[in-house]
C-alpha cells in the first residue's frame, strides 16, 4: 500500500474446513491475483477494515476470526470465515479495479504476491494468531 496508511490483507476462507484447502483471490487490472484487502481507515479497527475491503473487491460478507501483524511486515492479515459454500467459478466485481473474484485451490499464476507469501499464509496456523471472537 503506498498512502502510508496501515494496511489489511484478508485471508478469506470458507467457515466449513475442507479436505482441500481453498481460499479467495481477485484478480486486479493492474497487477493480477492477489488477496482482497486495503489501507486501514484512521477510525477504523483491522476487522472492520478486512470486512469493509472484502465486501467492496467481492461482494461477499464473512466473519473477521483472527488476526495477525507479523505475517508480513507493515501489515495485518486478518482471516474472515465465509458461510458460503465455493464454486468452481468466478465472478465479476462491483469495483472497477478488479476484474474477477474467485475461490482458489492452487496458487494462481499471474499472482502479484510471491507464491512463497500465499503458501506461508496456507501454513499459517491461526490458533497461534490473535481472536476477534467476543
Not at 472484502?54 to 492479515?77: H, M, P, Q
Amino acid at each position: 500500500m503506498s498512502d502510508g496508511n496501515p494496511w489489511v490483507v484478508i485471508w478469506a476462507v470458507p467457515t466449513e474446513e475442507l479436505e482441500t484447502p481453498c481460499w479467495l483471490m481477485v484478480r486486479h487490472i493492474d497487477r493480477g491475483w492477489e488477496l482482497p484487502g486495503g489501507s486501514m481507515s484512521e477510525d477504523e479497527t483491522v476487522d472492520i477494515t478486512a470486512l469493509r475491503e472484502l465486501f467492496e473487491e467481492t461482494g461477499i460478507l464473512g466473519v473477521a476470526t483472527n488476526y495477525d501483524r507479523n505475517l508480513f511486515s507493515k501489515g495485518t492479515v486478518v482471516r474472515v470465515k465465509i458461510d458460503e459454500e465455493p464454486q468452481p467459478h468466478g465472478w465479476e466485481s462491483e469495483d472497477e479495479n478488479i476484474s474477477e473474484v474467485g475461490w482458489c485451490v492452487e496458487i494462481p499464476a499471474e499472482l502479484y504476491w510471491g507464491e512463497e507469501e500465499i503458501q506461508k499464509l496456507l501454513d499459517h496456523d491461526w490458533s497461534t494468531s490473535k481472536s476477534l471472537a467476543s
